[in-house]
């Protein structure tokens, strides 16, 4: 029902310092999870599109976080897959500064979607995510990923032991089975992210077609080529990429 609503999105920017945060109005929905939970394939499905997220093959090669708008004063934000065992400490010191004072301090942030492979879900790092989270009081919808690695039968005893741990942990969390390449949970998936982004619409800032002042609109003609993500061709952050 809500697939037209993704149809429309387009990468607008990428950022990897506070400062370069585009202003805080219109409704967002983050996404975040574990580098290796499917986070990219599942926005990419969301979307309909392969390769609107960036999916890499070394897991916590992502430190930025990219804004995607879907228009109307609304965006989706892929936030730096977390996990990344191999980073130094001072870089994973850097990512968590940017991360957590994101999602606990953005006013247009409307909700969050927390990713996590169906076969090990809640890790302390999805716990941290949480914790960063809970003070917002926002809603939090979560992805079982890659549940078609696990059988319907195992598949759905993990939803309701996840539904449980994360119901005492966090009241206003719903979860679900979600699988990138079997669209499995597809439609309502999209369905949590509609609602979440449609919380105070209306508000002053939240215009039809609404670009955040200070960022330029990526839009192009019909016949004109489409924007395509920095991480594929290593645009520095915060550059919008030249056409």
């Known amino acids: 029902m809500h697939h037209a609503l993704f149809t429309r999105v387009q990468y607008l920017l990428s950022v990897g310092e506070l400062s370069q945060l585009p202003p805080d109005r219109g409704a967002e929905v983050a ?16 979307c309909g599109r392969r390769g609107i997220a ?70 302390p790092l999805d716990r941290r995510m949480l914790d960063w989270f809970a003070a917002t009081r926002r809603p939090v919808h979560a992805l079982l990923s890659k549940a078609d690695k696990l059988s319907r039968q ?14 005492r942990l966090y009241p206003t969390v719903s979860v ?30 939240d215009a039809p077609d609404a670009t955040p002042e200070g960022v330029e609109s990526n839009r192009e003609p019909r016949s004109g080529p489409r924007k395509r993500n920095p991480r594929l061709k290593g645009i520095k952050p915060g550059v919008k990429p030249q056409l």
């Open 54 to 123: 960036f999916v890499s093959r070394t897991p916590g090669r992502t430190q930025l976080i990219n804004f995607f708008q879907v228009g109307a004063g609304r965006y989706l934000v892929d936030l730096p897959g977390y996990g990344y065992a191999n980073a130094p400490a001072a870089q994973r010191a850097r990512w968590e500064v940017l991360i957590g004072t994101y999602l606990r301090q953005r006013q247009a942030l409307r909700g969050l979607i927390l990713v996590m492979d169906a076969r090990h879900p809640l890790t």
């Open 176 to 205: 679900q089975l979600f699988s990138s390449s079997t669209s499995v949970g597809l439609e309502e998936a999209r369905e949590a992210v509609a609602r979440m982004l449609e919380m105070g619409k209306g508000a002053e800032g």
């Open 31 to 46: 996404f975040a999870g574990r580098s290796n939970a499917g986070k990219s394939s599942a926005i990419n499905a969301l």
């Open 154 to 167: 195992a598949g759905q005893r993990q939803r309701m032991e996840s539904q449980e741990a994360l119901s």
